[in-house]
């Protein structure tokens, strides 16, 4: 008896590679709610396996598995248009920590993604946490 739930997103039958899960995600970024959606231009999205020790570290957490995806730029409510960017705003996607969730929740695997997507770009635009859930809930109903 597996213990993966059922592959019902995109017809997974093996765990989504890390190419499958960025495509994933470049499809659900067009989802998700406008207001926040008008406002990213150049957003680049990177998947990796999990984060590395040096990661990990910096954000205080105990491990990797508790790291799904973060957001690597500047937030709008810290830059200045007098900044010079050293790199491009992006994502980061960790693979094995959403697959873990996948497995663990049940919850369709588009449905995942795009609730990380939506909760580091809202990061981008310095929201609270409470604005960003209710993104999140948008996004559902959607």
Known sequence: ?????????????????????AEL?????ERIPRRLAAHIHGLGILVEEV???ELVAEMGLESPWDLSGIYMGTPLTRASVTDTPTRPNMILLFREPILLEWIETGDELSAIV???LI???AHHFGFTDEEIEMLEREADAD
């Open 51 to 53: 984060a590395d020790d």
């Open 1 to 21: 008896m597996s213990l993966l739930p059922p592959f019902t997103t995109r017809g997974f039958t093996t765990p989504p590679t890390a190419e499958e899960i």
């Open 114 to 116: 795009r609730t990380v």
């Open 25 to 29: 995600a470049e499809t659900e970024l």
């Open 119 to 121: 909760h580091e770009i």
